[in-house]
């Protein structure tokens, strides 16, 4: 979940409630869904919240929310906007992977040390949520005094930049902490900053490129030059977006104008100019998007949702305190009343009418909301095969076995060679193993396709405790079987070990006699090979006519390999064989 | 009168007028001690011997005071080099006395600080002057650990007190203070016939028949009514018996589903490996959410799903791109029919609610409909003492003509106040598949601590509609672990679960219910 940091005194200042004190403050988050989390090194608040307001990324973001919540603001403020000055030119060379830019032009900023931290933090934020880590939409953010607008030919009245592409060796610049001049390669190489997202662009054909009259100042979505470089001294900025997606960072810059707007700067538009080439053809577009859209909701939906009867104000009322706008349509009859709310164009999660229904209730407070147990009736029960796990599990404690409980993840190791088992052998355990791709570690890396390694394991680990140990699980095996729709071949199976100093092959059939008798199935032994198992002391498990697993005394080469200085008698088969079908 | 023999005989060997100890009757009448013992309680119990209880204490030499018996004490040692070097007459260097009374170790300390305690001489700047007149033949603490030597008798290390009484207590005190001896002390117990003890032996007493053990041929013989049974001591501990327990865990999963079979819902039961869509795309969860990728999912090594509802496809990927009804929007993200194809361990149990709601699993379901399952769920986390990689998911939902936000808080009140979980609060929350969503906090039944307890909503349009439910439906999942640590006071996770399991721990749980 995202966590944003907060200076307190920051906050207090644009929400305009400077009588506020830290604890208060944290009592207010919390209300909003913002959960107070620590302290940085630095003494700014930390707040965890659930990744859909992502305009709170920021405590510019989170100020605004708060000035809704306290009733200082109401309704949808959009800032205004001066007519574009900048162009965004769209080349033919820009990598087809990244096909979209956006941006705007914010003027008359005063970035004090605080405020340029937060930027840069609402900047890193954003990456890593709604950017999925730079893949999906990046955001550079230039000081404008070092840009130098190739005035536009034509019409000869305004500035231009050019998004484009070059060839990984096509062109040098000097990145951000950085003093020398590196092409975009050498950038992701040699730079901290470009090792760490070479991943993104490496198998493009074309490397992002941002120019101007004086050249290339920006990789993105790796890194800006050191040219344009923000500091505290920046009073224009020019802000720009590529990614994968037009909507998704025209919202990004959305969030970023909307913070700075909250800090005093103006706001101004760019043109952005696609070619023929772009995806969606050749189109201007007027860049920010600040459209605020509309969706419409029924006044019974909300009652019904939040289980409340409302007054029409009242639900106008508290669309306004979550800074939506609301008009009532058809207010005549409650039956049909509806409204059309209005969505500030910094909201990235509002996706159908029920999210505007979350706002309401979010304003009217959950806490408020009496609980009630639904009044339907239905009829409860077990699925078959849980109960005939349970019922299994019964048996097997009456007969003494602990009862174990394994992971289904495990090595290959394990299972197959510590067991002397072959892969793909014709064998109980001896099936093609179900692999995980990318396994978290060698200990993790396929399901078992038994459950005696699983038993012989714990064995193992509890050398040093009181003999004898009767262990027994009932659990999930799986193996490889391209006929089934998964894939994957799952069954449950039943698997006991008896470790005692005088264990023999007639213990473990003892049992197995004793379970067979108990669900009323006839069991034989036929005798068998297995290599988990003694010679001329093993047998397969034949249920109702049908081989189901195997029984009998574990070869001491496996005693030996799992460090056991006693005899095992053990035995497994499939829990199936126990049910009536 | 009968009595049982120990007591018959002991009663013989008592004395009316001499106090004899319990040992000399053990050894009089051939009972071993704690018979004896036994007997001697049961008959002043009835009232037939009088028991007096003395204190006795006995001396012995530890290996110190033994070594000194022969060698002499060392400051004595120090006494007589330091005459021999002429310390009577005037100090002399200590290191030259020290070096040839042989002392060494720690013996000088000793040496030193007695030689000053008795007043065999001063010692002053490194030099030492002796008493001439000091008479070390009768140190009383010499003389008194040779007299304990002499007492010592036939194999036999501790000398009674009154063997000493020669000895002064003082010098006794001293000797134990400095190591030399130890002192035992013990309860002497003696017996002596009552009035009613010497009447019942002119009466007569005969040894009435105990047995240890009820046999099988008594009951038939009828010979378990002419026996007295021998009374056990019934306080001792007991020999340790072990059964077999079902899994602490498993207890816990029990539970669960006892509460919410009792509630009115039904087990649901589905594929731990299973399409990407079911485990997913169902729920409305864009490809590109960081919860889908590679580093928190087990994705298999194995081809893609054969069958999909081919129809339900279709709509699940139109939901993804353009949402649901008229003001509906889709995610601005990539959707692949190939990655909801795609089989991996499941990271939820609601596969199985998505299986369910299509009506694919048991075909179409009508409101009202309760269901849950209690089943293993893969996340690919950090192992450590709270996260395991595969764990248990509490999975719940109710389908009904009209469910409010209330209902969903009425049903987890109630489903957590058979757990001991009072006080549930909702924090607002998100989820891609619910809105509203809640988080579930409740306080620990013994810490009083607010701890999560679950994730809960109601299901959104774009998961219902695509799956054809035109009902409202509450959902909520919650870790049992999460659960079983809070009822068993379990602090990691690992010893409840998997080949890591100590079955010191498994053996000892406490029982759920």
Known sequence: ?581 | MKLPEPQVAVLNAASATDELSIDHLAEETGLKPETATQAVFELRDGGFLGVAEAESVAYELTDEGRAYVDAGLPEVRLYRAAVEAGAADGPVQMGRVIGAADLDGPEVDIALANFGRKGYGNIDSGELSADGDADTESDPEAVALVALANAEGDGETRAEADTLADVDGDVLDQLVSRNLIERHERTVRTVTLTDAGVTALMEGVEAAETVDRLTPEMLTSGEWADVEFTEYNVEADAPEVRGGKTHVLRQTAERVKDVLVGMGFQEMDGPHADADFWINDCLFMPQDHPARTHWDRFALDVPPIEDLPEDLVDRVERTHREGVDEDGDGYHSPWSEDFARAIALRGHTTSLSMRYLSGTQIGDLEPPQRYFSVEKVYRNDTLDATHLLEFFQIEGWVMAEDLSVRDLMGTFVEFYEQFGITDVQFKPHYNPYTEPSFELFGRHPTTGELIEIGNSGMFRDEVLEPLGVEHDVMAWGLALERLAMLTTGAEDIRDLHGTLADLDFLRGAEVTY
């Open chain 1, 1 to 581: 979940m995202p966590v944003v940091d907060i200076d307190p005194d920051e906050l207090r200042e644009l929400t305009g409630h400077e009588e506020k004190g830290d604890e208060e403050l944290k009592s207010d988050l919390f209300g909003l869904g913002l959960e107070y989390e620590g302290e940085t090194e630095e003494g700014l608040l930390q707040f965890e919240f659930g990744p859909d307001r992502l305009d709170r990324l920021s405590v510019e973001g989170v100020a605004r929310s708060l000035r809704y919540h306290y009733g200082d603001a109401r309704g949808v403020a959009v800032p205004d906007t001066n007519d574009p000055d900048f162009t965004y030119v769209v080349d033919a060379n820009v990598p087809d992977e990244r096909p979209y830019v956006t941006g705007a032009i914010v003027r008359g900023v005063t970035l004090d040390e605080a405020a340029l931290d937060s930027l840069i933090q609402l900047q890193e934020k954003l990456h890593a949520t709604m950017g999925r880590k730079r893949a999906k939409g990046a955001i550079g953010i230039h000081d404008l005094v070092a840009i130098k607008g190739d005035v536009l030919s034509e019409e000869g009245d305004g500035n231009s930049i050019t998004y484009t592409g070059i060839d990984p060796e096509g062109d040098t610049f000097v990145p951000l902490d950085s003093d020398r001049e590196m092409t975009p390669a050498a950038v992701l190489e040699e730079h901290p900053t470009g090792e760490k997202y070479a991943d993104i662009v490496r198998e493009y054909d074309r490397y992002p490129a941002i120019y101007d009259e004086l050249g290339l100042f920006s990789f993105p979505p790796v890194i800006n030059g050191r040219r344009t470089e923000v500091s505290t001294d920046s009073r224009d900025l020019l802000v720009e977006l590529t990614g994968t997606d037009q909507w998704t960072i025209d919202r990004m810059c959305n969030i970023i104008c909307y913070a700075l707007s909250a800090r005093g700067a103006t706001i101004e538009d760019v043109e952005i100019v696609y070619g023929e080439s772009s995806p969606e053809g050749e189109r201007t577009l007027v860049r920010p998007d600040f459209e605020v859209e509309t969706k419409s909701v029924s006044h019974d939906r909300i009652e019904r949702m939040l289980g409340v009867e409302f007054a029409s104000e009242e639900v106008v009322d508290l669309f306004e305190r979550s800074g939506l706008g609301a008009v009532v349509v058809d207010s005549e009859d409650p039956e049909t009343t509806s409204y059309e709310v209005s969505i500030p164009p910094y909201r990235v999660d509002v996706l159908h009418p029920l999210d505007l229904v979350d706002d309401v209730g979010r304003a009217y407070g959950f806490d408020e909301l009496e609980p009630r147990y639904p009044d339907v009736g239905t009829v409860g029960g077990r699925h078959e095969r849980s109960r005939l796990e349970a019922a299994t599990r019964n048996v097997l404690t009456g007969l003494g076995f602990e009862d174990l409980l394994n992971f289904h993840m495990t090595s290959e190791t394990e299972v197959y060679e510590r067991m002397n088992v072959e892969v793909g052998s014709d064998i109980l355990g001896g099936g093609d193993p179900v692999r995980i791709t990318e396994p978290y570690s060698e200990d993790y890396e396929i399901l078992r396709p038994w459950a005696l390694p699983s038993l012989a394991m714990v064995l193992e680990n509890n050398t040093h405790r009181a003999y004898p140990q009767d262990l027994a699980e009932v659990g999930l095996v799986a193996e490889r079987d391209d006929d089934v729709n998964t894939r994957v071949r799952e069954r449950r199976h039943v698997a006991g070990v008896l470790a005692r100093h005088d264990a023999t092959y007639e213990d473990a059939k003892a049992r197995l006699q004793t379970i067979c008798r108990d669900f009323d199935v006839d069991l034989e032994t036929p005798p068998t090979e297995h290599p988990s198992f003694i010679d001329g002391r093993v047998a397969s498990v034949v249920i109702d006519g049908e081989p189901v697993g195997v029984v009998g005394e574990l070869h001491p080469e496996i005693l030996v390999e799992h460090d056991l200085e006693l005899p095992v008698a053990a035995f497994e088969f499939d829990l199936e064989a126990l049910g009536d079908e």
